[in-house]
């Protein structure tokens, strides 16, 4: 609340996470939001894809702290396998990554600044300043695809009975982990929608849509490819 806070004794608690991981800790469990700061000041929605993530929480006489007068540096361990999609490229000493925070008291997602990659010892790091704590990501964000609807061929089912479809995307050319995954129950249409949830594709990284049994997540009942120019508005 910008009090000044007396302390004897300050503890803190800064957790990496493994960015396959990190998905499950967003909000929503997504990595789409319509809640984005972008670099300019204006709010967007976009697909987060982080390279890195940390969560830093630090405490002064059981008090939380928030800011600080004086930035201090924060160190996030990257995934030395991500591919930044907007490139194509697998990170590398001096790649430039995009920094954002979330705020759990807005919901907001908010670029901070560009920071550049360093190998340190052999593993990748991205090192910043900050003046406040809470969650941080490192990575790319893309604009998000608001139209998107998949029509199903499914000759095998029956209008009326109970089944469902479990739908994973993947970026081509891009991060290693799934950047999307949902259980749809099949409908009289046979059509699920996908609006806001992944980003546009681009011409270095298209989108893959994988179509399992919706209680077998090992049977894969189709894939179809989403790219540049599809279902974008």
């Known amino acids: 609340n910008g009090n000044a806070i007396a302390a004897s004794?300050?503890?803190v608690s800064a957790n990496n996470f493994a960015p396959s991981s990190a998905?499950?800790?967003?909000?929503?469990?997504?990595?789409a939001s319509t809640n984005v700061v972008g670099a300019g000041g204006t709010v967007t929605s976009a697909v987060l894809m982080p390279a890195g993530f940390t969560n830093i929480d630090m405490t002064a006489g059981g008090t939380a702290v928030k800011k600080f007068n004086t930035p201090i540096d924060v160190t996030m361990t990257l995934d030395p396998n991500f591919k930044d999609p907007n490139?194509?490229?697998?990170?590398?000493?001096?790649?430039?990554l995009a920094i954002y925070s979330y705020s759990t008291d807005t919901g907001q997602w908010k670029f901070e600044q560009n920071g550049t990659v360093?190998?340190?010892g052999g593993n990748l790091t991205l090192?910043?300043?900050?003046?406040?704590?809470?969650?941080?990501?490192?990575?790319?964000?893309?604009?998000?695809?608001?139209?998107l609807a998949v029509a199903?061929?499914?000759?095998?089912?029956?209008?009326?009975?109970?089944?469902?479809?479990?739908?994973?995307?993947?970026?081509?050319?891009?991060?290693?982990?799934?950047?999307?995954?949902q259980t749809f129950d099949l409908n009289a249409n046979l059509t699920i929608s996908l609006d806001n949830k992944l980003p546009v594709p681009s011409a270095t990284s298209s989108i893959t849509l994988y179509f399992y049994d919706g209680?077998?997540?090992?049977?894969?009942l189709g894939q179809v490819t989403i790219t540049p120019g599809s279902g974008n508005s």
């Open 9 to 11: 004794t300050v503890t």
């Open 23 to 31: 998905i499950t800790l967003f909000p929503g469990g997504s990595l």
């Open 87 to 96: 490139t194509g490229n697998v990170i590398a000493n001096g790649t430039v």
């Open 118 to 120: 360093s190998n340190v």
């Open 127 to 147: 090192t910043f300043q900050t003046s406040h704590l809470t969650q941080f990501m490192a990575g790319a964000a893309l604009q998000v695809l608001q139209n």
């Open 152 to 181: 199903i061929v499914a000759p095998w089912y029956t209008a009326g009975t109970s089944s469902s479809v479990f739908v994973v995307a993947k970026v081509n050319n891009g991060p290693t982990y799934d950047i999307y995954s």
């Open 215 to 220: 209680n077998d997540h090992s049977a894969l």
